[in-house]
């Protein structure tokens, strides 16, 4: 355990934070030594490739960083076991140089095996959610592990039961991917829909690549936490209405009925792609990103994501809500819409 540990390394918006305590461990027995002093608020960081210090104080962090990866199979699939620290793209790299096809599309995703349920990370036409088989969960209150299925993880887009019914209440151990053996590229998405049908892995797991690295800043770079905020899925009397007047307006249909919106879209006509205030900004390339170019205060970035949610919501009556997680000295906070 560290005590006043600082985290500039720990997250990819590379702001300074102290944390009053710092947990690693890196077995079930290490952890349960932790547990009855991990005192309330806490929080469990995984890269933090997803995750604002809105604050230059945190909670106390907890990060788990079990390793290893297990591999069963059978005729028809693979069973891929993967403990939640390991990182999440080294994964999709393992498993492209071992044939172990299904999550190709997935490559390049920053972050944590960990991590990866929580969001339900997706890319490319994919999503974990298509993949999983199981989560093994760490429950504080009993101080065992337990099993979660795929339909108890409750996934949804960029969501899932560990946002909220199970939101520290433990942590994830180990996920477990089914990857079938008669697999089948997914080449759906715009970018990929070019690919020859006989595309091997490999070569999507390129391309998926090359288009990341075309479109998105490389953290390492220009620090940002990917997507700041989710595609708005709206009713389809709204998207009616605002189609009227955009008829260019990118949309996509969801099995509910509603309609999936562009948020880097709705930020680009909203005239704010490039702007730049002080040491932040929307990225000029992929609006949906907000950038650090030098801040060391995590407000600078809040007061960014204020502003383009107002000025969104002023042009299309749509609210932005964070994907990313933002964390306080006092816990998680949310950017609400005023009243
Ligand atoms: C350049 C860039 C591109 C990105 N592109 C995509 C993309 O295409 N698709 C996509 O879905 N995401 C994308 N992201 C977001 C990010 O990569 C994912 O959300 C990733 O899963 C975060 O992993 P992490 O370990 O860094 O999570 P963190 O930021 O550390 O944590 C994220 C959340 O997971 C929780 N958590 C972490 N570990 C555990 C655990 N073991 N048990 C329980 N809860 C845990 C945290 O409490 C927090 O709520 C991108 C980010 C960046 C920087």
Sequence with gaps: MHNQYELTQHNSFALPAICPAFYQPKTLSELE??????????????????TLFTEQATTTILQPNFKGITVKENDDFVLLSAKC??????????????NYHGIENLALIPGSVGASPVQNIGAYGTELADVIDHVSWYEFDTKTLKTLDQSACQFAYRDSIFKNSLANKGFIVEVTLRLS???????????L???????????????????????????????NAGSFFKNPVVEIKCFNSLK????????????????????GWLIEKSGLK????????????????LVNYGSKDGQDIVQLAKHVQEHVLAKFDIFLQPEVRLLSSKGLIQLTQSK
């Design 244 to 263: 009227e007047q955009y008829p260019d307006m990118p949309a996509y249909p969801q099995k509910d009925g509603r309609i999936k919106l562009a948020a």
């Design 274 to 289: 490039g702007l730049r205030k002080g040491n932040v900004g929307v990225d000029k390339t992929q609006a949906l990103v």
């Design 85 to 98: 620290g390991e990182n999440w793209h080294e994964l999709v790299k393992y498993c492209v140089e071992n």
């Design 181 to 191: 053996k008669q697999w089948q590229a997914n080449l759906t998405y715009r970018g």
């Design 193 to 223: 829909d070019t690919l020859p049908v006989d595309v091997s892995a490999k070569e999507v797991f390129q391309k998926v690549i090359d288009i990341r690295q075309s479109k998105l800043p490389a953290p390492d770079k220009l620090p």
């Design 33 to 50: 030594d932790i547990v009855p002093h991990l005192s309330s608020p806490f929080y469990i960081l995984g890269e933090g490739s997803n």
